[in-house]
């Protein structure tokens, strides 16, 4: 058997874990530069684990040899305590039935019919937004973002509202994002059933969540027992059968799978929406250039459905903007027995970590990585190596929920953008903030201005 790969691995027992906690990103991103394309990090833990800095390598854990790298338990044993054996953390026969079952949600039929509703619900959100334009106080547009995405995705895919308990559910979310960070990263896992403040918190901030959620599911229960359908993601997953038994998913199960699409519906396109405003106000001929697109393609109305195509500049903002903040920063594998990757051997039991965030910033794949510059992406840009750009992962198990977050980012932003233009404020500092997903540091304020052109209001 090969070798184990170079890396910082003088880093003590418990260094690598404060390492990530110190500086993560910068950690990872040097670590890719001094040691190449896959690194061996040191111990989360007892767990080895290794960086995979390299689109090739990447695929070959993501894609050709998937069943040789499968959900990690250092993941499972974070996560598992809030989303049981939801989508993300089910693998096997389990996880092949949840993703043929939910996959119907998802199609591009689909998406394209609820265009109508995302609009409305944008624009409702936008009527808010008046108080704060010009002279009036700044909005936290990381938490806006949120709350717009998350009222979006609960209308599109359960047909319902948790009304004036979202911030409560936003909170609680952070905290659960937290929660499953720290049990990552720390050298010392205690069981998560011991009563310690940390779990004490987490089951605190899990029962506000399922008392949100699951009156959703038992009113949608008691239509369904009444004959009245519903084609949307709730609606599948309660109509779900077994292929084998012919069984409906069990409470459990079916509580799982409506947290885990609930959360993964609105984390990553708030994330990138915030980073996308941020970049255009800082980023003036960018944003001249998205404006005029919207100009030439609607005019004086609001988009349509068959008007997302033609906003081929906005997609390229969209993409450059998830290149640089990709929210799923950091995918997390374990290889099945020991194995050999790009000629070097990984341990039995690793954790292999696909970093999407350092490969969008691999200056031998992007030219000068750090800048903002949507022509990447242009029809006529250079091709690029496959797996260089990997915002929604790849493979078997690339983001089922991926055609949806770009239909919304992109009404979204063609929606709010018609009407007002974020802008940055001076002296404050809008930096990443890595937990188990991407987050932007802070409430991310920014002032709103009213957009001056001929366009009458939405």
């Not at 599109?156 to 499953?180: H, K």
């Not at 799982?256 to 255009?280: R, Y």
């Not at 404006?291 to 997609?315: C, F, I, M, N, S």
């Amino acid at each position: 058997m090969a070798a184990r790969p170079p890396g910082p691995s003088l880093l003590p027992f418990i260094g690598l874990g404060m390492e990530l906690q110190r500086d993560m990103l910068g950690f990872l991103r040097r670590t890719a530069r001094d040691h190449g394309k896959l690194a061996y990090l040191g111990r989360l833990g007892p767990t080895p684990a290794y960086l995979v800095a390299d689109p090739e390598l990447a695929g070959e854990v993501l894609q050709t040899r998937w069943r040789e790298f499968v959900r990690d338990d250092v993941l499972l044993a974070a996560g598992g305590p809030v989303f049981g054996r939801g989508l993300l953390f089910a693998e096997g026969e389990l996880w092949l039935m949840l993703r043929r079952t939910m996959q119907p949600a998802f199609t591009r039929e689909r998406l394209a019919g609820l265009v109508e509703q995302i609009r409305e619900q944008v624009e409702l959100h936008c009527q808010r937004w008046e108080q704060h334009t010009s002279s009036g106080p700044p909005i936290a547009m990381a938490t806006e973002m949120a709350r717009l995405t998350q009222e979006v995705f609960e209308r599109a895919m359960f047909g319902a509202s948790v009304g004036p308990r979202i911030d409560e559910l936003l909170a609680s979310w952070t905290g659960v994002n937290e929660y499953v960070t720290n049990r990552i990263l720390s050298p010392i896992r205690l069981p998560g059933h011991w009563p310690t403040p940390t779990n004490r918190a987490l089951r605190r901030r899990v029962a506000v969540i399922d008392e949100i959620v699951r009156p959703l599911i038992d009113a949608r229960r008691r239509e369904l027992a009444e004959g009245r359908e519903h084609h949307d993601l709730l609606g599948f997953l309660l109509a779900a059968r077994d292929p084998e038994t012919g069984e409906a998913l069990d409470d459990a199960l079916l509580r799982d799978q409506i947290l885990m699409t609930f959360f993964a519906g609105f984390e990553t396109t708030s994330t990138a929406l915030t980073w996308l405003w941020i970049l255009l106000a800082r980023h003036p001929e960018v944003e001249a250039r998205v404006h005029a697109e919207l100009d030439e393609v609607l005019g004086d109305r609001p988009p349509t459905a068959d008007d997302l195509p033609k906003l081929r500049y906005l997609q390229q903002v969209l993409d450059e903007t998830l290149r640089l903040y990709p929210s799923a920063f950091m995918l997390a594998r374990q290889g099945v027995g020991e194995l050999e990757l790009g000629g070097y051997r990984i341990d039995a039991g690793a954790v292999v970590f696909v970093s999407p965030y350092v490969i969008h910033r691999d200056a031998r794949l992007w030219p000068d990585p750090d800048r903002f510059d949507p022509d990447r992406f242009a029809v006529d840009a250079p091709p690029r190596e496959r797996f260089a750009f990997i915002p929604f992962g790849a493979g078997p198990r690339l983001c089922i929920g991926k055609q949806l977050a770009l239909l919304e980012s992109k009404l979204i932003v063609a929606t709010i953008a018609r009407r007002y233009r974020p802008r940055t404020l001076p002296g404050v500092e809008y930096r990443s903030r890595p937990l188990f997903t991407l987050h932007i540091d802070g409430g991310a304020n920014m002032q709103i201005e009213r957009r001056n052109r001929r366009s009458t209001p939405l």
